[in-house]
């Protein structure tokens, strides 16, 4: 079974404080790993998608990195407009998974200014 | 272009009672994947269509279904609810491939009383 385990649960930061979100996951044939970024009362937004280890993606002050094992998600010089539920989700490879995403439970950033 | 839509955005049911909810894709967009989202259990995926046949499902029980049209657009449909049902229920569509990115729309807010 795909497991995805986000840490930490909550992380709050200061405007300026760089850190890292982590995603460790669990699955039979990595298709591919999603970011995703969710605001109280809304759908996710789509943030990245990574496909194979050693791969790096980047918007804005995000980052997005990819080894065999987890994920991070690097926020660098956050504002409070960074603020939200950051959620990682994998896709595995296999004939009767189609497009299935197994989300973590997310980690809740709050940035103070 | 437009976003994912769903209909309605708010919605609230006695025990008992069943419900339906709709989906409309990005225009181009063939697979619709519908996840129920609450507090305890993250996310979780329900099913998945393209081009109107049931792609993948989740552990859910058959009080849970769902169709899609030959427009793409979907319902899903939850019969004889329970307290437990009420959830935000998103929608995802994505173009055919896997892997794509998957957009998601507002949600639909239940509340079973």
Known sequence: ??????????????????SS???SYTVSGLRGLFWYRQDPGKGPEFLFTLYSAGEEK??????????K???????????????A?????VQARGET???RLTFGEGTQLTVNP | KAGVTQTPRYLIKTRGQQVTLSCSPISGHRSVSWYQQTPGQGLQFLFEYFSE????????PGRFSGRQFSNSRSEMNVSTLE????ALYLCASSLAGLAAKQFFGPGTRLTVL
């Open chain 1, 1 to 18: 079974e795909d497991q995805v385990t986000q840490s930490p649960e909550a992380l709050r930061l200061q405007e300026g404080e760089s």
């Open chain 1, 21 to 23: 979100l982590n995603c």
């Open chain 1, 58 to 67: 980047e918007k804005e002050r995000l980052k997005a990195t990819l080894t």
């Open chain 1, 69 to 83: 094992k987890e994920s991070f998600l690097h926020i660098t010089a956050p504002k409070p407009e960074d603020s």
């Open chain 1, 85 to 89: 539920t950051y959620l990682c989700a």
């Open chain 1, 97 to 99: 998974s189609g497009s």
């Open chain 2, 53 to 60: 046949t049931q792609r993948n499902k989740g552990n859910f």
């Open chain 2, 83 to 86: 307290l437990g049902d009420s």
